[in-house]
């Protein structure tokens, strides 16, 4: 390649270097060919005096002339690299050593000297205006490289929309601009946007008109960006410039932020007055950083919307908080079979009467599986349970509609359940338990003695046909019934960590229980499965308490054997 000269002097770029001469009478040894060598050359005498130039290097030094200092003619870097050289002047003959670099009008030159024994040194100049550009560039390219790998992970560092916005604009205000405007898809009537200069961060809701900015409501719908030069600075309104930002607005780059499906909204980049306006490359820059921080954005977004409808849906499928009715304690513990999820197959339910006098109907559920699909069915049993509630009374009759229920939908799963309809009168609480396929219910008594309740029935979902009798149990004062899932009972652990938890400790652990209220029965059975089962792999458990309120007053005999009660 060549390089124009307003003398019209042509500078070669051959990267090899000039041979080297050495020894007494160096002009003398290589005559006169040098002054037609394709390199701009200098004779220069150890005194830093111009020798002689040939014909190019006259070119590249027009003031460059016999007895001339070099200090008149040649950039300082080249003079410098001369008084250098000039040091071992007196030393043996040597081939090029000491060479220099620097720039010299528009061209970047390298300097290689040649040097004799009589103190005259030939530079000789070689034009790598070239290769300094490309290696200019591939600095950029690198630099930008590292700044776009560094800000993707610290956009994806947060699904947090808000502080995606925040990182946005913090990064395009330190690297792309004076100041940053990001903003956002309107919410209702209103815009959010995030602002930064001078590395301050401020998030705006605020009303303002997109048509206002040349290119941005078009940037807001996903089309692509006008040129900068089409934006008038001057014009810009309040809200697009930051407070703070000082100084008149020099130059302005609106871009798009890309999102999933939808644009995430749009980055406005200002720089002042006395900076150099945006060119064509950085504007390309600023559209590249934006899809990264659009796509961020657009993933912060979709999680949180998710977020909250996961949130929503969790509210209906968790098991409620339980409290007393009607005087009649009822307290439940609940523990997925995973510690990464918060629901599953195992549910209970309290629906109160609607009086004194009306019954309170309790249940506790198992689906088939575990995880989400099996609180999906849950969900399902919960919301038909609750439609069927004015069939409380007749339990049969509401196991046959529910199973019928289930049957018509497009679940394959089946579940078992439990149904306790507690009614109290005068100082008794009589509960009407129903089995369906599920573990029986245990009733403990004030003298610690654990009952088994003689109910019995088919499970739902599976078969056309349900079958189950009703248990009739009368509640003394202080007196539980457990409701309780196979988690319990099948729950592995102990020493080897295979042995199954069983109906033998579940009782024993009960029948230290007696009289206790009912949140501590469901507390104190939960502790001992979850020890039991320390950190191994478990089904969903539910435990449901149902005790009856106190009346008298329990008084302890010792610390070993169950109290009394006394009026």
């Not at 049969?396 to 939908?409: I, V, W, Y």
């Not at 009614?423 to 008794?428: K, M, N, P």
């Not at 079958?467 to 652990?493: I, K, M, W």
Request: glycine letters at 10%.
């Amino acid at each position: 390649m060549t390089a124009p000269h307003s003398t019209g002097l042509t500078i070669m770029t051959r990267v090899e270097r000039p041979p080297a001469h050495a020894g007494q009478g160096l002009l003398s040894s290589v005559g006169a060919s040098w002054m037609r060598a394709p390199y701009p050359a200098l004779v220069v005498d150890a005194h830093g005096g111009v020798v002689e130039v040939n014909a190019r290097a006259a070119g590249l030094f027009p003031r460059a002339a016999a007895g001339v200092p070099l200090a008149d003619v040649a950039p300082d870097w080249l003079v410098q690299a001369h008084g250098r050289a000039s040091e071992g002047a007196g030393e043996p003959a040597a081939g090029p050593g000491g060479s220099a670099r620097g720039r010299h009008a528009q061209w970047s030159l390298e300097a290689h000297p040649t040097r004799g024994v009589d103190g005259q040194i030939v530079w000789w100049l070689v034009d790598d205006t070239d290769r300094a550009l490309a290696e200019a560039a591939l600095k950029s390219e690198q630099e930008r490289t590292a700044f776009l790998a560094d800000a993707s992970s610290r956009l994806l560092a947060s699904l947090n929309s808000q502080r995606c916005m925040e990182v946005a604009v913090e990064l395009a205000a330190e690297f792309l601009a004076d100041a940053a405007v990001l903003v956002a898809p309107a919410s209702g009537r209103r815009h959010p946007l995030a602002t930064c200069v001078d590395g301050e961060v401020e998030h705006l809701l605020a009303r303002i008109d997109p048509s206002a900015v040349p290119g941005l409501a078009e940037a807001l719908q996903g089309f692509p960006p006008v040129p900068s030069r089409w934006i008038d600075p001057a014009s810009l309104p309040d809200w697009a410039v930051p407070g703070g930002f000082g100084g008149p607005v020099g130059s302005v780059v609106v871009t798009p932020l890309p999102g999933h499906g939808v644009p995430a909204g749009a980055l406005i980049l200002l720089r002042r007055s006395d900076h150099a306006a945006f060119d064509t490359s950085e504007e390309v820059f600023a559209r590249v950083f934006a899809a990264r921080a659009g796509a961020a954005l657009s993933a912060a977004r979709l999680y949180m919307e998710q977020s909250g409808i996961t949130a929503t849906l969790m509210a209906e499928l968790l098991p409620p908080m339980l409290q007393r009715v009607h005087g009649v304690e009822f307290a439940g513990a609940y523990r997925a079979s995973q510690d990464s999820e918060r629901v599953g197959g195992d549910f209970y339910d309290v629906h109160p009467g609607t009086g004194p006098g009306e019954k309170t109907l309790a249940v506790l559920g198992d689906v088939c599986g575990k995880g989400l699909e099996a609180a999906v069915l849950t969900g399902k049993i919960r919301s038909t349970l609750q439609a069927l509630l004015p069939l409380a009374g007749d339990h049969l009759q509401l196991l046959r509609m529910l199973n019928g229920a289930l049957l018509n939908s497009r679940h394959t799963r089946f579940a078992t359940l439990v149904l306790a309809s507690v009614l109290r009168r005068e100082g008794t609480t009589r509960l009407s338990l129903t089995s369906a396929g599920h573990p029986l219910p245990l009733i403990v008594r004030h003298d610690g003695t654990v009952e088994e309740a003689a109910t019995s029935g088919t499970l739902i979902g599976a078969l056309p046909d349900v079958r189950a009798t009703s248990a009739e149990v009368d509640l003394r004062p202080g007196e539980s019934c457990l409701l309780f899932t196979d988690g319990v009972t099948e729950a592995r652990g102990g020493p080897l960590g295979d042995v199954m938890f069983g109906d033998r400790r579940l009782r024993a652990a009960l029948a230290e229980c007696a009289g206790m209220p009912a949140e501590a029965v469901v507390e104190r059975v939960h502790m001992l499965v979850a020890e039991w089962i320390g950190d191994n792999r478990h089904d969903d458990i539910a435990v449901m308490a149902i005790t009856a309120p106190r009346t008298t007053h329990l008084t302890a005999v010792d610390g070993h054997t169950p109290g009394r009660y006394t009026t």
